[in-house]
């Protein structure tokens, strides 16, 4: 078991291994690197009618502007695990960082919304870079019931930074401050991620895989194209009046995701170092969560991108209101994932189920007041609250779930891999509930075509209810 720290200022705890140990302020570092990234994805949201306005910015463009962040970062994520299994975690850590404060200084300057874009695709490249070795470092560098602690500490970050981006996004943007309106929402990134990047060069113990793997170019470069064929088509498809490309590419998409899982498989069974090493999804854990990942975050990441459109757009609400209309969901997150470690070490897997049947008790409370009464951020209050709860005892553990048995030597691959699933899952969340919702609301009305989105991800929830009963029912 990790030696206790004494001091606050203690840098690293002893491990049994022989190598240095996460300290307390270091997890603390590494934790609010990993809250910067994800807080990005979405505090972006509540600003882009105002980008809209400023930048002069089309339909196709303000997609881009949203979802090229996340398409950069889910492209990268692996890469990004495995060059820090082969340079040095803290070392990528605090190039991430510095890398993320100079591409959100980019974005708060853009002086066009093309400008943005590339912002915006740089500070997810930076993202990618930056991620992965949070959960490489709590990995190898914990053992234990220390370890499941930071995962679970982890798994409640990621949740809470995504409701915090959209809440402190409409109060960033309507405080306007120093002149500077939508643009704080990246210029307060800068001094974080500085500051970030310095605590971790005191805090955050250096290490790596004992043996460097090599970069797996082919791996790298099918993914990457495989990525790009989905998502950029279903962001792009429907503003451009779907053009033919955005079918081609769309049709690409399984004959180079089919390609891309022969070569990291023949690669693999050479004894090389592939991108993704299929062998990681025999760890039934790893496999069984990703598949759980999948439909949470999906449903995760369109609900707060509609939801965010449909509060500004269609009622009216200015940012501050806005935000303030998610503000139960990020309590009940919060409840929840301070509830779930105990609750975990009593009821296992189980608590992942309990959540799965929470969120669509409380999705299904917001399509039924939705059709029948409207909505207003009162009437939202207690739908909004129960599918955060529920979110949050799904979210939290299922770090846990995915990443307790992966071997420490491929802890950057591993936690690349369940970064990619998470950010992938995300950006096709926008990218198809997102589209779902912009299409039909013009014809159906914005509520009628809430009730479609959050349908749907009801269907996600009970999905995740019923995978949730195959998982070990005690989680390590």
């Given at each position: ?8 200022q203690?840098l690293?705890?002893?491990r049994?291994?022989?190598?240095p140990?996460?300290?307390t302020a ?10 910067l990234?994800?807080?990005d994805f ?6 882009l009618p ?7 910015a ?5 997609e ?10 889910a492209?990268?994520?692996v ?14 850590f605090?190039?991430?960082s510095?890398?993320f ?12 919304a093309?400008?943005?874009?590339a912002?915006?695709?740089l500070?997810?490249a ?27 500490v982890?798994?409640?970050v990621g949740?809470i ?7 402190l ?12 309106g ?7 990134n800068v001094?974080f991620?500085v500051?970030?990047a310095?605590?971790?060069?005191r ?19 099918l ?9 950029v088509?279903l962001?792009?498809?429907?503003a451009l ?13 399984p ?6 899982l022969?070569t990291?498989h ?29 439909p ?15 509060l ?18 990020a309590v009940g997150?919060?409840?929840?994932s301070?509830a779930?470690?105990?609750l975990i070490?009593?009821?296992g897997?189980?608590?992942?189920t309990?959540g ?5 008790l ?6 039924l007041?939705a059709l ?14 129960l599918?955060?709860?529920g979110?949050g005892?799904?979210?939290?553990p ?9 071997p420490?030597?491929r ?20 990218a198809?509930?997102?589209?779902l919702?912009l ?16 349908a749907?991800?009801t269907?996600?929830?009970a999905t ?12 390590g």
């Amino acid at each position: 078991m990790t030696q206790q720290l004494t001091h606050p200022q203690q840098l690293t705890a002893v491990r049994p291994t022989g190598r240095p140990g996460l300290s307390t302020a270091g997890l603390a570092t590494v934790l609010l690197g990993a809250f910067l990234p994800m807080l990005d994805f979405f505090i972006v949201n509540v600003a882009l009618p105002t980008i809209e306005h400023d930048l002069s910015a089309g339909p196709a463009v303000l997609e881009l502007i949203a979802a090229g962040y996340g398409i950069a970062f889910a492209v990268l994520l692996v890469l990004g695990g495995r060059l820090g299994d082969a340079l040095g975690r803290r070392r990528l850590f605090v190039g991430g960082s510095l890398g993320f404060a100079l591409a959100s200084l980019l974005c708060g300057v853009a002086p066009s919304a093309w400008a943005l874009v590339a912002g915006r695709v740089l500070q997810g490249a930076a993202a990618a870079v930056l991620l992965p070795q949070v959960l490489a470092t709590i990995t190898a560098a914990t053992d234990g019931a220390r370890r499941a602690r930071a995962l679970s500490v982890y798994g409640a970050v990621g949740g809470i930074s995504v409701v915090i981006g959209q809440v402190l996004g409409g109060f960033l943007v309507s405080a306007d401050v120093l002149g500077t309106g939508w643009r704080s929402v990246f210029l307060l990134n800068v001094p974080f991620a500085v500051a970030t990047a310095l605590l971790a060069l005191r805090h955050v113990p250096e290490n790596r895989a004992e043996r460097a793997a090599r970069i797996d170019l082919p791996g790298t470069l099918l993914l990457s194209l495989s990525l790009l064929s989905l998502f950029v088509p279903l962001m792009e498809g429907r503003a451009l009046g779907w053009p033919l490309w955005s079918w081609l590419a769309l049709g690409s998409f399984p004959f180079l995701l089919f390609a891309f899982l022969r070569t990291e498989h023949r690669l693999e069974a050479r004894g090389g170092d592939p991108l993704l090493p299929l062998s990681l999804l025999r760890i039934p854990e790893m496999r069984r969560g990703l598949g759980i990942a999948l439909p949470y975050f999906t449903g995760f990441g369109g609900f707060m991108f509609v939801v965010a459109v449909l509060l500004q757009q269609s009622l009216h609400l200015d940012p501050v209101a806005a935000g303030w209309a998610l503000v139960p969901m990020a309590v009940g997150y919060f409840t929840a994932s301070l509830a779930s470690p105990r609750l975990i070490g009593r009821y296992g897997s189980r608590v992942i189920t309990t959540g799965a049947a929470v969120q669509a008790l409380g999705l299904t409370t917001l399509l039924l007041t939705a059709l029948t009464l409207g909505l207003s951020p009162l009437r939202m209050l207690p739908g909004v609250a129960l599918a955060g709860i529920g979110q949050g005892l799904i979210g939290t553990p299922l770090f846990r779930v995915v990443l307790t048995k992966v071997p420490t030597t491929r802890a950057g691959t591993g936690s690349g891999v369940l970064a990619t699933a998470q950010q992938s899952s995300l950006a096709l969340g926008v990218a198809t509930l997102g589209t779902l919702y912009l299409s039909l609301a013009p014809t159906l009305g914005a509520l009628p075509a809430l009730a479609v989105v959050l349908a749907l991800q009801t269907a996600g929830s009970a999905t995740i209810l019923a995978l949730s009963l195959g998982l070990p029912r005690s989680i390590g």
